[in-house]
């Protein structure tokens, strides 16, 4: 029997802690999007501030503080 692993979304990361990304799910637009904020495999992000409703998400990726919508958030795969 194979087991399946649960994939976390960087949505599911709590305030404070920091997650290396695994790969970037989706195609598309959003995904191009995502990328052109420097969200790329292996990229260590840094979530500092979630709003009280889950959107948006203020996080820090290469330096940079960037926020993010709920459906980037879930479109990313974390480690």
């Known amino acids: 029997m194979t ?3 649960q994939e976390k979304t960087l ?3 709590n305030i404070g ?4 990304v695994r790969r970037l799910k989706g195609e598309g637009a959003l995904k191009r999007h995502i990328m052109d904020m420097g969200i790329t495999k292996g990229a260590e992000v840094y979530v500092r501030k979630v709003a009280p409703l889950g959107d948006p998400i203020e996080v820090t990726v290469r ?3 960037l926020s993010l919508r709920k459906s980037e958030a879930d479109s990313i795969l974390i480690v």
Not at 17 to 20: F, G, H, K, L, V
Request: aromatic residues 8%; hydrophobic residues 25%.
């Open 3 to 5: 087991e399946e692993v």
């Open 63 to 65: 330096g940079y503080e």
């Open 11 to 13: 949505r599911e990361v």
């Open 17 to 20: 802690e920091t997650a290396t």
